[in-house]
């Protein structure tokens, strides 16, 4: 049943860092009841009080209490880390609610750092080539996608961008354009505070982010044929 995100509990943090300590299924479950009161419910209110807010903001962004969150339990099936628990909680809305979708906006509730994001994060091929033509053939539009950003006070994240031009991209010059197309993601993100959490703020914060960022999904969406 949905609820109204009120904060998460003052324990969240601490419950983190003591789960990244003992990383054990038996502690876990002894403090099974801590880890849904202070972290996992409050962040399914979360999930389904940001998803009204943002179809009522028109952003075409969705989720719910069971698709959206990613589980706290790692998939160590093909890692040398064999280390059962996440030290972080995530989760992902999408204009059609699952994690499958492109044009998404994603938070994360963490010991390291606590953020937000909106992306199109590693698209596949087609719509990458489609978005690196986009830039090559239509400056203008990306060049206002990218003061629109600024001005809300947003920039493309270049973590991971290739070091050469991709194959049929050589001859673009402008260093701006050059740069953009050698991305192989197209994100923006939002740090805030860890104390933020514990108060329904939070919401309005990441709404507000939200909001900034609409340009980038409005930008890939009309590529991919789908805006409005």
Request: charged share 25%; hydrophobic share 40%.
């Amino acid at each position: 049943m949905a609820g109204v995100f009120k904060g998460f509990g003052q324990k969240a943090i601490p419950f983190l860092k003591a789960l990244d300590f003992h990383q054990s299924r038996e502690w876990f479950q002894e403090n099974r009841a801590l880890y849904e009161s202070e972290l996992h419910e409050p962040f399914c209110d979360l999930v389904e009080t940001l998803s009204e807010r943002f179809q009522a903001a028109g952003l075409g962004l969705r989720g719910d209490r069971k698709k959206s969150l990613f589980r706290i339990n790692r998939d160590v099936r093909f890692s040398k880390d064999k280390r059962p628990y996440n030290q972080h909680l995530s989760a992902i809305l999408s204009p059609d609610g699952t994690k499958m979708e492109q044009g998404v906006f994603f938070v994360y509730i963490g010991v390291d750092r606590c953020f937000a994001g909106v992306a199109w994060w590693q698209p596949g091929s087609e719509l990458l080539q489609a978005m690196r033509k986009a830039i090559m053939t239509k400056p203008v539009a990306f060049r206002a996608l990218v003061a629109a950003l600024k001005k809300a006070g947003l920039e493309l994240d270049t973590e991971g961008c290739l070091k050469r031009a991709p194959r049929g991209f050589e001859d673009v010059t402008d260093a701006d354009l050059a740069q953009a197309i050698r991305n192989r993601h197209f994100a923006v993100r939002h740090n805030f505070d860890p104390a933020t959490i514990h108060t329904p703020a939070l919401v309005d914060d990441l709404v507000d982010f939200t909001i900034r960022a609409k340009p980038l999904l409005d930008w890939g969406r009309a590529i991919q044929g789908k805006a409005g």
